[in-house]
T-cell receptor, first 114, second 111 residues
Framework: DTEVTQTPKHLVMGMTNKKSLKCEQHMGHRAMYWYKQKAKKPPELMFVYSYEKLSINESVPSRFSPECPNSSLLNLHLHALQPEDSALYLCASSDSGTANYGYTFGSGTRLTVV | TQLLEQSPQFLSIQEGENLTVYCNSS?????LQWYRQEPGEGPVLLVTVVTGGEVKKLKRLTFQFGDARKDSSLHITAAQPGDTGLYLCAGAHSGTYKYIFGTGTRLKVLA
């Protein structure tokens, strides 16, 4: 299995809702990442997990809460989001703790906040 | 702020034409990757280059890493509509999670 699987593919949520994005990989990768991508822009790093521990938080607002239950799973819990948080949310994983050999990305969750 | 500037930003060409996309920085990278991203999908890794001056070929795509490991180019020969997408370069720094994405080149190949 050489894929990163993200669910759901599309999500529409109100500003008072609580929802979660899920990411799964079975490649044995020990680093997992959350990225946010706005239209026509490159991905922006949000969080890095290494060996199931949060190692980087790129000053992301607390309405985004990551969780890594085990080495194969990564969640992103969403609460009280704003319309400007609408974007494509990408999960990625890598074999090593660095990006020297690139990432495997999931196909993303298209999030719309109404 | 480290930047990876890509040029051109947009490119619209006819099927069969050749093109080159450039990725430039003032920083030295331990490796550099190229990705292609289609609308609504995640980026797909095309290649990793590690050694200065390295050239890698992937069918009609040729990738080169600059001698000083600060820049890279992607050349596509005889472009096809299936090459349409957003091309992103990304640079890695050894031993860190620091990973810089380029500004992106949006390519459209017309049949």
């Amino acid at each position: 299995d050489t894929e990163v699987t993200q669910t759901p593919k599309h999500l529409v949520m109100g500003m008072t809702n609580k929802k979660s994005l899920k990411c799964e990989q079975h490649m044995g990768h020990r680093a997992m990442y959350w990225y946010k991508q706005k239209a026509k822009k490159p991905p922006e790093l949000m969080f890095v997990y290494s060996y199931e521990k949060l190692s980087i938080n790129e000053s992301v607002p607390s309405r985004f809460s990551p969780e890594c239950p085990n080495s194969s799973l990564l969640n992103l819990h969403l609460h009280a989001l704003q319309p400007e948080d609408s974007a494509l949310y990408l999960c990625a994983s890598s074999d090593s703790g660095t990006a020297n050999y690139g990432y495997t990305f999931g196909s993303g969750t298209r999030l719309t906040v109404v | 702020t480290q930047l990876l500037e890509q040029s051109p930003q947009f490119l619209s060409i006819q099927e069969g034409e050749n093109l080159t996309v450039y990725c430039n920085s003032s920083s030295v990278f331990s490796s550099l990757q190229w990705y292609r991203q289609e609308p609504g999908e995640g980026p797909v890794l095309l290649v990793t280059v590690v050694t200065g001056g390295e050239v890698k070929k992937l069918k009609r795509l040729t990738f080169q890493f600059g001698d000083a490991r600060k820049d890279s180019s992607l050349h596509i020969t005889a472009a096809q509509p299936g090459d349409t997408g957003l091309y992103l370069c990304a640079g890695a720094h050894s031993g860190t999670y620091k990973y810089i994405f380029g500004t992106g080149t949006r390519l459209k190949v017309l049949a």
